[in-house]
């Protein structure tokens, strides 16, 4: 019995001091030297080459290094038996919703007009405040915890998803609901789970949709938005600005316009950063629970894609 | 039935915009332009000409355009049976906070950083978050809700303050304890009372005690701070930045050295501006209270003149 760690995408030397700490005497193999593929039953992947787990006669379980699983299931040769689980880690929650506070005051309290004022030597005390309505598109664990630290805060809020909800303390408008939710915001904050009907959702057709001047906050996933729309939505006015953390090719490619867009925050992937030692515990709790035949946390749901 | 602004201590245009889009049906007439004396049933007022109010015949309310009614009181010429109103703006407290809240999680995110990053075309996803621990100076109602809300967020927090206090959810430092309250945290917020025992609080050796790289949040009065003692500080790395709202001199001056100084975040003095759109819903709300014979909000007691 062994876990494997596939993870080109991420180094995974934290990763195996951490788990190790939680349980020495785990066997543990770590790609490219996996000596014995017989042995693997867990594989804790992140951007495994596709394909690759096939390499596995036994495998049993997947687990993610993150909270996403859009790397997984991206791989069509992962057998449909196969459970799928993910990091729900409350450090990486609270990481996200600082981000995204810190976005949305940003946008509400002008910090980006007052740094050209200050360069610029100009003291404007006129309308020192933007009113807001934040709309967070994915309603789950991590956009569940925006919504209620805002509403916290005394912020109007709403949320939208592609799935009918029931119950919530917050106004929440379904998939066939878009128009309703864009009328009634002007900042947007895209948590979606990346998905075959998620993909590319953040486009020009969506934007002409917002409120003119919109402020957009991404921190979902790149492939949410499509890139070369974001430009045109500044110039026509449909977007005010931006703070971006994720991108289709990361690291942003030197030449990418993002870079120069004065109008465009970046951050290098950086929202939320999950942490070996506090995800290792549940990595070994579903290890265990695996061994033992008991039902498995955090595991997602094929259909769905989260 | 009408509306009579009576502001001469304020510029009424701000209000009526407010007023009117909070309900575009009200007839509002605005001193010294005041056409039809007998519609008017309710005054709001801001340093009217004192006995003016009795040539509405039908008067039967009047509201502050402010926290403050000794304005009002002072006016021996209003009869004792008039009920008046004031308004309560928690959106100022409001304001303040998340002028703090985003200064705090600047720091904390390190927003200044990304954006230097960006500028030099620099993708770094090493330490994205720098830990902290946030004292506040001064913890009544402005303070101590800044104090509340970071609690919520999950930020460890104490508070600091020239009196005893007891009873507090928070750790909390009197005045002789000023060393150990500096010790203990690296983001010093500044919402004291400006009295002569405050004054020139925010000095170099003040600095001197502070965790080598603490940020100053300043948004109480520019007299706080010893201004010339600020980059001192840094360049001796008691403090690694700063966020002023306030200053001894405002606008301040063109020749000042914060304008031209990267460490140095600045605002015009908009932490937190009394805002007629925040006011407008309470007297809109009290007119129609008054007009369906339902109890009044926010009225004073004119015996304990407050």
């Not at 080459?49 to 069509?76: E, M, T, Y």
């Not at 005394?154 to 919530?168: I, Q, R």
Request: proline share 7%; charged share 20%; hydrophobic share 40%.
């Amino acid at each position: 019995m062994s876990i494997a760690i596939v993870s080109p995408g991420k180094d995974p030397k934290p990763w195996l001091e951490a788990l190790r700490q939680v349980d020495s005497s785990l066997d543990i193999q770590v790609y490219p030297q996996i000596e014995d593929l017989k042995k693997v039953e867990m594989a804790l992947v992140w951007q495994h080459p596709p394909g690759f787990l096939r390499n596995f006669p036994h495998l049993k379980l997947i687990s993610s290094l993150g909270a996403g699983v859009d790397h997984i299931l991206s791989d069509s040769e992962i057998p449909h038996h196969l459970p799928i689980v993910r990091i729900v880690d409350e450090k990486l929650t609270w990481s996200m919703t600082n981000y995204v506070l810190m976005g949305v005051l940003n946008f509400h309290r002008q910090l980006y007009r007052y740094q050209k004022d200050k360069d610029n030597g100009i003291w404007d005390m006129s309308n020192p405040e933007i009113s807001i309505k934040v709309g967070i598109m994915g309603v789950g664990a991590l956009g569940g915890d925006v919504v209620d630290k805002l509403m916290y805060l005394g912020f109007e809020v709403c949320g939208y998803g592609l799935n009918d909800k029931k119950s919530l303390s917050f106004p929440y408008f379904a998939k066939h609901q878009l128009d309703d939710f864009l009328s009634d915001i002007n900042v947007l904050v895209c948590m979606l789970p990346l998905t075959s009907e998620t993909e590319g959702i953040l486009n020009i057709t969506l934007f002409q949709k917002c409120n003119p001047g919109t402020y957009l906050i991404n921190v979902a996933r790149g492939k949410h938005l499509i890139e070369e729309d974001l430009i045109p939505a500044f110039e026509e006015g449909y977007l005010s600005g931006a703070m971006l953390d994720v991108f289709r090719v990361e690291p942003l490619p030197r030449t990418h316009a993002y870079w120069s867009d004065s109008r465009i925050q970046l951050t290098p992937h950086i929202a939320s950063v999950t942490n070996p030692k506090a995800a290792a515990p549940q990595i070994v709790e579903n290890y265990k629970r695996l061994t033992n035949g008991l039902p498995l946390q955090h595991q997602i749901n094929r259909v769905k894609e989260y």
